[in-house]
């Protein structure tokens, strides 16, 4: 489980195929490495994936042929940007909100507006993931824990604060990009809830 606050963006230094899917190793950014071992998960541009190998400030990452069919992991090039989050501890704080690093679809960037000190940015998304977002409700976008302005037509727009900007890697968006989206959690259990049974 993550909380969408971003703590270190990293860098793609390796990509390998493995037997039809791949091996990613990614040069982190984290302050600190002590509390990062085998077998834990970090959230990569909002993906959960699971550690396989620590080199110093680098990390393996294995990602399976499923990952890669539900996320733009597939895209990553040596050199490419990644928001990375260590998962959550019970004594972390929960700045952003419930984020569990399995990403429900792509979606495209489809424009960026200057607002005063601020970005405004438009995503479009598959039709049947916009009933889960509402105004003022929260998303994640490439991990990133964030607001939403307003939805229509499966088009969200989110603000972005010059803090968000300089600390995630969706300041090098640009019109026509690929995403990682997944929706707030609670509005899988409350689709659950209001399900009439059959």
Known sequence: ??????????????????????????????????????????????????????????????????????????????????????SLTLKDKLGGHMVSGHVDAVAHCMGIERSARSTIYQFKIPQNLDKYIVKKGSVAINGVSLTVNEIDDCVLSVNLIPHTLEHTNLGQLKQGDKVNIEIDTIARYVEKMLQKPT
């Not at 489980?1 to 990614?26: E, N, P, R």
């Not at 909002?46 to 110093?56: A, K, W």
């Open 1 to 86: 489980m993550f909380t969408g606050i971003i703590q270190s963006v990293g860098s793609i230094v390796d990509k390998q195929h493995k037997q039809g899917d791949f091996q990613f190793v990614i040069q982190t950014q984290f302050a600190d490495m002590t509390d990062v071992d085998l077998g834990d998960s970090i959230a990569c541009n909002g993906v959960c994936l699971t550690v396989t190998e620590i080199n110093d400030g680098q990390i393996s990452l294995d990602v399976s042929l499923e990952t890669l069919s539900k996320t733009q992991v597939g895209d990553w090039q040596v050199g490419s940007a990644i928001n990375l989050e260590k």
